[in-house]
């Protein structure tokens, strides 16, 4: 080689290695939140990504969720992940930006992702996709996808990911249940079966919040001792108190972050909040309880005068087991602290049930639960 092209080669090698610690600074700079963009070159010419500054509301929303979130471009490119989503799929943060998201999407899914992303909808685009997470193990997840709104920037797209993992469990217990149903018929073996797999479920919701840890079981105790005092058969009075031992199930699918935000909600987060009702619902319906369990969840939020909610019932178009799970709900509520505010008190408790009374809540139920605390001595324990 001569001394020329010795020369030419090391210079070429110098060059490149200059190149590689400048990527590599450029990747550092990134990851860590010190830089706004990536500029990437093309043979279309220079194209400029957001990754959201460090300084900028998106991102630190983002960061703090508990939910898996990332910003794409039009053709998937992932352009910032949180660490939730990184662990969801098995992977560093490093390792995922830069990627497209196809990478953990099988040939359906990424069908469904694309016409996710092509919806003219102005409002967010929803989902339920199934990720490839590590070791290929399949991540059932709910998406949202919602365009962003960027100065000098098109097409950046945010997506939330809530892992269903959990709610898929429940799903696949209640068909096993219904299976069960059909070989046990009334058994007392089914009888303790679906008892038992209400315990589980109700403890897998409440495990997610320590401010409600133990609330659902609290409006057990305090729901059975308001039908035993209505007069309910023990037939009813025991399948009231296992409707509200799990009444709250459906909160398994509101963020984290929003059931436990120390202030108060705002109009949209109250509206998903609202939809654990439903979701309730949706988990139930198909478990054959010997009681109308899923429906006394469905309706536990409506009133007597028709201002509840997911339906707005009135009166006698709600059960008598939701009136009375609606009733110890309220008032366990108001005797516990939540994360929004101090505990009220049972006295502020019982006075929202009287000031309530004919026009909230049914009459009876809470002539019932005034006695049970004035009379019978009733405490949560």
């Not at 860590?32 to 400029?48: C, F, H, R, T, W």
């Not at 016409?115 to 399949?138: C, F, N």
């Not at 005797?335 to 000031?355: K, M, W």
Request: aromatic share 6%.
């Amino acid at each position: 080689m001569s001394a020329s092209t010795s020369h030419a080669v090391s210079e070429e090698v110098e060059r490149l290695r200059g190149a590689l610690d400048a990527a590599q600074q450029s990747l550092d700079a990134i990851l860590s939140g010190k830089v706004d963009a990536l500029v990437v070159k093309g043979n279309g010419g220079e194209q400029v990504f957001s990754l959201l500054g460090a300084d900028q509301p998106y991102r630190i929303l983002l960061e703090g969720m508990s939910e898996g979130a990332l910003t794409l471009d039009r053709e998937g490119l992932v352009l910032f992940c949180n660490r939730c989503f990184a662990k969801m799929v098995g992977l560093p943060l490093k390792r995922v930006i830069g990627n497209k998201v196809c990478r953990w999407l099988d040939a359906d899914n990424q069908a469904a992702f694309a016409a996710l992303l092509a919806s003219t909808d102005p409002h967010p685009s929803r989902g339920r996709l199934t990720l490839r997470g590590k070791g290929d193990a399949p991540v059932p997840v709910n998406l949202s996808v919602s365009k962003l709104k960027m100065p000098g920037q098109d097409d950046v797209f945010c997506v939330v990911a809530t892992d269903m993992t959990e709610r898929q469990l429940l799903e696949e217990m209640a068909l096993s249940q219904k299976v069960a149903l059909m070989d046990l018929a009334s058994s007392k073996k089914l009888e303790q079966s679906l008892e038992e797999s209400i315990k589980a479920v109700a403890a897998m919701v409440e495990s997610r919040d320590q401010y409600t840890a133990g609330h659902m079981r609290r409006v057990g105790q305090l729901a059975l001792a308001i039908a035993q005092e209505v007069g309910l058969s023990e037939d009813e009075q025991h399948g009231i108190e296992l409707a509200s031992t799990i009444h709250d199930v459906g909160k398994i699918g509101v963020p984290l972050e929003i059931l436990m935000k120390p202030v108060k909600l705002t109009d949209a987060e109250y509206q998903l909040v609202k939809e654990h009702a439903t979701i309730g619902y949706e988990i139930l319906k198909n478990i054959e309880f010997p009681w109308p369990v899923a429906e006394m969840v469905y309706q536990h939020h409506e009133r007597v005068d028709g201002s509840g909610y997911p339906r707005g019932l009135k009166g006698k178009e709600t059960l008598i087991g939701a009136k009375i799970i609606s009733v110890a709900d309220v008032v366990e509520s108001m005797s516990t602290n939540r994360p929004y505010r101090f505990v009220l008190g049972q006295a502020a408790a019982l006075q929202e049930i009287r000031d309530g009374r004919g026009r909230l809540y049914d009459t009876r139920v809470v002539d019932a639960c005034l006695r049970v605390f004035a009379e019978r001595g009733f405490a949560f324990v």
